[in-house]
């Protein structure tokens, strides 16, 4: 399909992308818009010219409302959308609803329910179990049966742009300080739109029903504070300060064409956790440190696959709410230049942390389903120095 | 002070205590009440007829727009409310809406925000640790640095009543099934009610500035699939399934006669965790299971204090939100028949764990401002069977 909106067709943000995020211009209330190009597409007025019945979903500040719709209207919203920016005839009202973005202020995408993290790529946690327990076995024997995860702080995830502040705290011995090993994780983030019963587990097959997109996740980690902190609850601190997510959600329907086998499971994964039908994502992410790209990790090479993420962290019962968001853990591939923390990057060199100024950009694109490269936006953030 | 309303002077809820819940009438939305006697004071329309400023926080269906008030508006409520329910000239206006505890259903006060659990009764440390590191030392070297906490899952804090199913998920090496070592944590747990800062500490002197109330606590726990997941981020599954939290939220001012001194802290806490004004709260917990009181776990014997934990979760500059709910890890007290949780009562005899249809209640009591006690209200969940 060709879009009409001028310099969109062929770009990253094509007519086969169209991310939601929530923007707001000088002086207004923030609302959900669409990116096609350099584009944002204010939807609330489109949509009440149109009289779409769920038109009041796109006045509000975040994608909550549109998102618990469920998956019938995800899909339907969509079409709409596309049809909006293909067809000729609809040009002369949805033009003057399309607004450059930098004009806009975007803001955080979603309000977050319940934030988990997983640990899901082998690379990373083999990386990390060699530099921390160099004399025993790199992952512990849980790790290849489940994907292990833990809940983060939601109240602290924020949109991408948003500066970091370098954390404080107990170090080892219960000595005192400025945090010197602040490291980022470079992960994907899964958006939970249709809530799920308090008892009722959500079955593997069952991704697409509950899952309504993608976002770019910075998990900043505070490798000196964790390293005190964490036995035997996990960690806490170390993570809590901060979690940048991209302004856009990519909606899972724009990643059809990114499916791909992940390398493989051994040994095989309870049934729960749906062996034999372990597909991941396509998805290259690229990171930055002051303009310079240090390391280029391959989402396609990851251990436990979204789907299997999602059933185990139901398996037990707990039940989803909109908002929820899930994300993969550090993405890393199997070459150095493919890990996605410095302190895998540095293995052991101290200079490798961030200094503060230090500005960090997160990159993601995908094969799109027009046969060209989508992009999922990218995640910011600079080091601001530590308070107090 | 005495109050007016039949049968509610000199019991567990008198006029000092006056803590809020969410009730509905049948057929009705529900909406903010304060409980006196065996009533409830039905707010909104009291508020509305006094023009009470901020009388629409009390036709919400949770807490969180009353708590987010901040400070001297719920210190001027509970001023207000504690007139009307003690001046006769007030009970004209005022009887018409109280309302019996019987024809009401309670729902869940608080729409939580971020859950932390903390760990921090040092005999319930050791107890632990001297049941699953026989050999080893009690407690690991960062416990008496630092409250050792972690987040837990907020979508699945249930109010008091809920029926808790059992959960299935993965166990020791890999093996699939129903949890057969079901377990409690007797808690308590405090709810934020005023906000702060992302990359501002919150200092141990500030806490009543940000706490609102407390409430009951029951850390619903399943021990096997804590046991085989934990390592090395943290419980996740063994305890997502369900929290458990009174319906009652006891203001803080309520426990102004509670406050006392911890046992003591050696080595001396880092200045952020206020070394010298450890206080702690005489707050009498009391566990049943079917019908009978099975321990009496009494709050003042916990090493880390309330303060102590709110600094700490935040000196990294993790901001709060309104309707946030950390908890102080389950309660133990030097002695055998003070255990808060199944798992040290039964000191490894299997049976001592949950059985289908167990119903278990935990009761919250601490001195009064006017010299007789307070209840905190009960936490009370029903075992059921597992589903699948």
Known sequence: MKTWVPGADGSLFDVDNLPYGVFALPGEEPRVGVRIGD????????????????????????LNALMAEGRAVRESVRRWVSGLLTEEPE?????????PLQEV???????????????????????????????????????????????????TVVASGTPVVRPRGQQRGGTFGT????????????????????????????????VFGVVGLNDWSARDIQAWEYVPLGPFLGKSFATSISHWVTPIEALDAAWVDLPGQDPEPLPYLGPGAVRGLDID????????VVSRPPYRTM????????????????????GDLFASGTISGPDPDQRGSLLEIGWGDESAFLADGDV??????APGTAGGRLSLGEVVGVVEPARG
Chains 1, 2 share one sequence.
């Open 39 to 62: 584009l944002v597409l204010d939807l609330a007025p489109v949509a009440a010219a149109e009289m779409l019945d769920v038109h009041h979903v796109f006045e509000e500040r975040s």
């Open 91 to 99: 040009r002369d009202l949805v033009e003057p609803h399309l607004v």
């Open 105 to 155: 202020t975007m803001h955080l995408p979603v309000e977050v329910a319940d934030y988990v993290d997983f640990y899901a790529s082998e690379h990373h946690a083999s990386n990390v179990g060699r530099i921390f327990r160099p004399d025993g076995e790199a992952l512990l024997p849980n790790w290849k049966h489940l994907p292990v995860g833990y809940h983060g702080r939601a109240g």
């Open 179 to 210: 945090s010197k090993r602040l490291d980022i994780e470079a992960e994907l983030g899964f958006v939970v739109g249709t809530g799920s019963e308090l008892g009722t587990p959500v079955p593997y097959d069952a991704f697409a029903d509950h």
């Open 285 to 292: 992410v690229e990171i930055e440190v002051n303009g310079e």
């Open 303 to 322: 251990y436990w696959s979204p789907a299997q993420m999602l059933a185990h962290l139901t398996v037990n019962g707990a039940s989803l709410r909109t």
């Open 360 to 365: 960090v950009t997160l990159r993601y694109s």
